[in-house]
């Protein structure tokens, strides 16, 4: 076994006493593991071998049913895989390699409340804030449901006072707008969703999001506020990031020195956090804190208090909906077979990319404004979660992990970026999302965009031929031999993959599944990758030096500690600033 083992951390890249922990210390367990992943894998490296020339129009013409195979839909969800360079076979061997991986066992422990943040000992449950199963959920042995009920309790209630105008401002006037103050996963989450279901926002209420440190934001926003009816909430799960609770005291100082007294703080001040300490010090009465836990990650926190921005803005059957989407996601997750589950294919083909075809980056590509700031949110979910370099166990990772996400409104990005996403020398998968119905009135506009979205897949699937291309300029009333060397500038080589995922429309449901998607992707390649997807302490190291230079900023005397590029910036700031 012992032997065995060895073989396969030396398959892996791991030169024993070089990286990573000598094969002795392999228990039979991870041998096995080892063992399981590198036959997947390899049979994963043949087949990339055997199909990586195919292309994919090919494929559509011998295959009219392709759509029809792969292509998956829950509810008003269809995710169209079927151009991506796969056949059958890629799809069964993707989920071999998912079995061998435990997928079936993590996501079992993940529902049920283990601990698998094994760096933070946290249970990882934002599933149990939309379990609308009834099943209790346990941690540490009690059952987390009850608290989760009241709290979405408390803050439909507080919701409601202040969407019927029973809680007021200071003077007695109908709060008419809502900051919420943070940062990252207290912002992120809140805000892409409030964008996203706009025509669902009770008229009258504007929502604001403040959560760059930089001074002109707060001004930008406070400026547009009067203090009689703004409500400010304070969102941080930790209640001590720096750049939350410097906006948070400028926020309350602007405050008093319109209002005048620190008792009208109660009606325009609520905090949202796991540190009810830290609150109160700040001098917010905990009866006005929404509570959640530590087994909620910031960066999956939207359907927890953290929601409570979304759940004034839209309403408490609009959260309510928005957790039933997300628990429908759950359901399908966890019951429908790999081959045929959304989260899984989803991850699968961005493994397949990234490990075998050595795409770099994957784009994120919405056809609808609502979603403009998805790409953004999906970038801390996914890059905060699996850009790691170590495995759960502390050891250097065995592939490289988690592409960088990046993306904008694909229309946009049409008149941008797209030249690379079609002639680029690199590959670069993409999720198109687009939703079929709108809620816009100028119903043109929308068709105008839809017949977008669709050609650039097809055209990224199909490309451009040198035959075509010649055609194609014929038909344009030129000829080819006098167009000459453009002729080779026109081709579009094609076979660049894409996934679609169409919405019937943009609601609280449909969104909600399409988040939790997302979130379960991540979830498992972070289970392929052999990573704890639920930690970030790459964010500390900054943080920290920060701190220490902030007080060099205030000191007088020349900075000297640090290297000289660092000395000589911050030498440099403090003459001009
Ligand atoms: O620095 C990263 C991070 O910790 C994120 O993970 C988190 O979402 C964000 O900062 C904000 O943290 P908090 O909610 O504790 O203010």
Same mark, same amino acid.
């Given at each position: 076994?012992?032997?065995?083992?060895?073989?396969?951390?030396?398959? &892996? =890249?791991?030169?024993?006493?070089?990286?990573?922990?000598?094969?002795?210390?392999?228990?039979?367990? +991870?041998?096995?593991?080892?063992?399981?992943?590198?036959?997947?894998?390899?049979?994963?490296?043949?087949?990339? $071998?055997?199909? $990586?020339?195919?292309?994919?129009?090919?494929?559509?013409?011998?295959?009219?049913?392709?759509?029809?195979?792969?292509?998956?839909?829950?509810?008003?969800?269809?995710?169209?895989?079927?151009?991506?360079?796969?056949?059958?076979?890629?799809?069964?061997?993707?989920?071999?390699?998912?079995?061998?991986?435990?997928?079936?066992?993590?996501?079992?422990?993940?529902?049920?409340?283990?601990?698998?943040?094994?760096?933070?000992?946290?249970?990882?449950?934002?599933?149990?804030?939309?379990?609308?199963?009834?099943?209790?959920?346990?941690?540490?042995?009690?059952?987390?449901?009850?608290?989760?009920?009241? +709290?979405?309790?408390?803050?439909?209630?507080?919701?409601?006072?202040?969407?019927?105008?029973?809680?007021?401002?200071?003077?007695?006037?109908?709060?008419?707008?809502?900051?919420?103050?943070?940062?990252?996963?207290?912002?992120?989450?809140?805000?892409?969703? &409030?964008?996203?279901?706009?025509?669902?926002?009770?008229?009258?209420?504007?929502?604001?999001?403040?959560?760059?440190?930089?001074?002109?934001?707060?001004?930008?926003?406070?400026?547009?506020?009067?203090?009689?009816?703004?409500?400010?909430?304070?969102?941080?799960?930790?209640?001590?990031?720096?750049?939350?609770?410097?906006?948070?005291?400028?926020?309350?100082?602007?405050?008093?020195?319109?209002?005048?007294? !620190?008792?009208?703080?109660?009606?325009?001040?609520?905090?949202?956090?796991?540190?009810?300490?830290?609150?109160?010090?700040?001098?917010?009465?905990?009866?006005?804190?929404?509570?959640?836990?530590?087994?909620?990650?910031?960066?999956?926190?939207?359907?927890?208090?953290?929601?409570?921005?979304?759940?004034?803005?839209?309403?408490? $059957?609009?959260?309510?909906?928005?957790?039933?989407?997300?628990?429908?996601?759950? &359901?399908?997750?966890? !019951?429908?077979?790999? +081959?045929?589950?959304?989260?899984?294919?989803?991850?699968?083909?961005?493994?397949?990319?990234?490990?075998?075809?050595?795409?770099?980056?994957?784009?994120?590509?919405?056809?609808?404004?609502?979603?403009?700031?998805?790409?953004?949110?999906?970038?801390?979910?996914?890059?905060?979660?699996?850009?790691?370099?170590?495995?759960?166990?502390?050891?250097?990772?065995?592939?490289?992990?988690?592409?960088?996400?990046? =993306?904008?409104?694909?229309?946009?990005?049409?008149?941008?970026?797209?030249?690379? %996403?079609?002639?680029?020398?690199?590959?670069?998968?993409?999720?198109?999302?687009?939703?079929? $119905?709108?809620?816009?009135?100028?119903?043109?506009?929308?068709?105008?965009?839809?017949?977008?979205?669709?050609?650039?897949?097809?055209?990224?699937?199909?490309?451009?031929?040198?035959? !075509?291309?010649? +055609?194609?300029?014929?038909?344009?009333?030129?000829?080819?031999?006098?167009?000459?060397?453009?002729?080779?500038?026109?081709?579009?080589? =094609?076979?660049?993959?894409?996934?679609?995922? %169409?919405?019937?429309?943009?609601?609280?449901?449909?969104?909600?599944?399409?988040?939790?998607?997302? !979130?379960?992707?991540?979830?498992?390649?972070?289970?392929?990758?052999?990573?704890?997807?639920?930690?970030?302490?790459?964010?500390?190291?900054?943080?920290?030096?920060?701190?220490?230079?902030?007080?060099?900023?205030?000191? =007088?005397?020349?900075?000297?500690?640090?290297?000289?590029?660092?000395?000589?910036?911050?030498?440099?700031?403090?003459?001009?600033?």
């Amino acid at each position: 076994m012992a032997e065995r083992a060895a073989n396969a951390l030396q398959w &892996c =890249g791991i030169r024993p006493g070089t990286r990573a922990l000598p094969e002795e210390r392999a228990t039979p367990a +991870e041998a096995e593991h080892f063992v399981a992943m590198q036959k997947a894998t390899e049979a994963l490296m043949r087949h990339y $071998e055997a199909i $990586e020339s195919l292309q994919m129009r090919d494929m559509f013409a011998t295959d009219p049913q392709r759509f029809d195979r792969f292509s998956l839909e829950l509810g008003d969800l269809l995710f169209d895989y079927s151009k991506n360079r796969i056949i059958d076979e890629t799809i069964t061997l993707l989920c071999e390699l998912a079995e061998a991986a435990d997928l079936k066992e993590w996501r079992r422990l993940m529902f049920r409340g283990d601990k698998i943040n094994n760096t933070e000992q946290r249970a990882v449950l934002h599933t149990a804030l939309r379990n609308r199963s009834g099943i209790p959920v346990r941690v540490d042995g009690k059952d987390v449901m009850p608290e989760v009920n009241t +709290e979405i309790a408390r803050m439909a209630a507080f919701a409601v006072s202040i969407r019927n105008g029973e809680r007021r401002g200071f003077t007695g006037k109908r709060i008419s707008d809502v900051v919420n103050i943070g940062i990252g996963g207290s912002d992120l989450g809140p805000k892409m969703v &409030c964008e996203a279901l706009e025509p669902f926002i009770q008229p009258g209420l504007r929502l604001h999001f403040l959560s760059n440190v930089d001074g002109v934001a707060a001004e930008q926003v406070l400026q547009e506020l009067d203090p009689e009816t703004t409500l400010f909430i304070v969102a941080s799960k930790t209640f001590t990031t720096q750049e939350t609770m410097t906006n948070a005291r400028t926020a309350r100082e602007w405050f008093l020195s319109q209002s005048g007294d !620190e008792a009208f703080i109660a009606s325009h001040f609520v905090a949202v956090s796991t540190n009810s300490e830290a609150v109160s010090a700040f001098g917010i009465d905990t009866d006005n804190m929404f509570v959640f836990w530590d087994w909620v990650g910031g960066r999956f926190s939207l359907w927890s208090a953290i929601g409570l921005p979304i759940m004034i803005a839209i309403g408490e $059957e609009g959260f309510s909906e928005l957790l039933d989407g997300a628990h429908a996601m759950d &359901c399908h997750f966890m !019951e429908a077979p790999l +081959e045929r589950n959304m989260p899984v294919i989803l991850a699968l083909l961005g493994i397949w990319y990234h490990n075998y075809f050595g795409a770099e980056s994957h784009a994120v590509l919405p056809y609808d404004q609502a979603l403009r700031s998805l790409p953004a949110y999906l970038q801390q979910l996914d890059m905060e979660s699996n850009g790691k370099s170590v495995d759960r166990d502390g050891r250097p990772v065995l592939t490289t992990t988690s592409p960088i996400l990046w =993306g904008a409104t694909g229309i946009n990005g049409q008149h941008a970026f797209y030249q690379l %996403l079609h002639q680029g020398s690199r590959l670069v998968p993409a999720d198109f999302i687009a939703t079929a $119905e709108t809620h816009s009135s100028l119903k043109h506009h929308h068709d105008i965009m839809m017949s977008n979205f669709f050609s650039q897949t097809e055209a990224l699937m199909r490309g451009r031929t040198l035959g !075509e291309t010649r +055609e194609a300029i014929e038909d344009a009333g030129d000829s080819p031999d006098e167009a000459g060397h453009r002729v080779s500038h026109m081709i579009f080589e =094609g076979n660049r993959p894409t996934n679609t995922l %169409l919405l019937r429309k943009m609601n609280p449901f449909n969104l909600g599944m399409l988040v939790a998607l997302y !979130e379960h992707k991540i979830f498992v390649q972070g289970v392929i990758w052999n990573l704890n997807s639920f930690d970030q302490w790459g964010g500390e190291l900054g943080k920290q030096l920060a701190k220490s230079i902030l007080d060099e900023l205030n000191a =007088g005397s020349a900075v000297v500690g640090h290297d000289s590029s660092t000395n000589g910036l911050i030498n440099t700031y403090k003459r001009l600033r």
